[in-house]
């Protein structure tokens, strides 16, 4: 008998047992609770509290029920030695992605923000539409999620151009890399995607110094993690019309306090966080692939690297 435990914070944990059970039928899945320190072969987590990992021996792997794994990572100490971190690949998460990069990228390009602004004052007015070859996309970050992305942009035919940490090679892309090639990237950068794993080395990176190199005009969008983006630097660049407008799907404080700045900036678009919902079926049935897998001592895909950060 295989033994799993669950946590998710912010989920109702019912509907995802209904989602794991028929995809693991010979497995029992308990929800844990604080004081559970009974013997668990995996754990399938989002956001877990320390307590649920610590000093738990006999764990097999911990799988991660969300894009990011820099929540379970920060545990760090309190992560069982040895045990895999195991990501999900895409799982239905890079097609949302990719449709809410293309709709911002698309908004942008239209002018449809300005238009918006407009609509409020009642005005009509014709805008001059922007140029393709001047309006290049940068996406920052080329894993799954990123060459999605990239996938669904190149339908448009806008200049393309991706960074990585370590070199990449696309097919119609300009691929920069490590951290000589971030000037060359952001200086081409018309549009910013970012979609980078938060990591030491990411935290903090657009910053006014990366910001500042993007041309004059630019659009920011972050789909990653709140604590990649300075918000400060974001809004004064903004106020100073280097930068013509973001889209923050993600934010250091979720939900964004009610007093925080952005919300009073025209040329900020806030979601809450939903630009990629994990989907709990495509999920569930992938991890049930995987813990198979596992048992029967096989590879898998999706391994996080603690050192790296992702
Ligand atoms: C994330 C997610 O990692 O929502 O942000 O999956």
New binding site residues.
């Given amino acids: 008998m295989t033994d799993i435990i669950f946590y998710a914070a912010g989920a109702n944990p019912e509907v995802w047992l209904n989602a794991f059970r028929p995809a693991l039928p010979d497995a029992t899945i308990r929800v844990w609770q604080e004081g559970d320190h009974a013997p668990a072969d995996y754990a399938l987590v989002w956001k877990p509290p320390a307590a649920m990992l610590r000093e738990r021996s006999g764990l097999k792997a911990i799988f991660n029920l ?3 794994v820099d929540a379970i990572l920060q545990l760090g100490d309190a992560l069982p030695a040895g045990v895999p971190v195991v990501r999900l690949d895409d799982a239905g ?1 890079g097609i949302q992605m990719a449709e809410f990069v293309t709709h911002a990228v698309l908004r942008y390009f239209r002018r449809l923000d300005a238009y918006a602004l407009q609509n409020q004052a009642q005005h009509w007015r014709f805008l001059k539409p922007f140029n393709k070859p001047d309006f290049s996309i940068g996406v920052l970050g080329l894993g799954v999620l990123g060459t999605r992305i990239i996938d669904a942009l190149r339908h448009f035919d806008f200049p393309l151009h991706g960074w990585s940490r370590s070199p990449k090679d696309l097919p119609g892309v300009t691929c920069h890399a490590g951290p000589d090639g971030l000037d060359s990237f952001l200086r081409a950068s018309r549009v910013l995607v970012t979609i980078l794993p938060l990591t030491s080395e990411t935290e903090n990176m657009l910053n006014r110094d990366h910001l500042a190199k993007l041309p004059r005009g630019a659009y920011v969008i972050n789909v990653a993690r709140g604590a990649h983006l300075v918000d400060a630097d974001l809004l004064a660049l903004i106020q100073e019309e280097h930068i013509a407008g973001a889209t923050l799907d ?1 934010f250091r404080e979720e939900p964004l306090p009610a007093a925080h700045p952005f919300w009073q900036e025209p040329r900020i678009s806030i979601t809450p ?1 939903i630009s ?1 919902l ?1 989907l709990r079926d495509d999920s569930a049935r992938q991890i049930a692939v995987k813990i198979k897998a596992l048992q029967a001592g096989q590879a898998i895909s999706g391994l996080v690297d603690p050192l790296r950060g992702y």
Avoid: S
């Fill in positions: 969300g894009a990011g998460m993600v966080h990629a994990t």
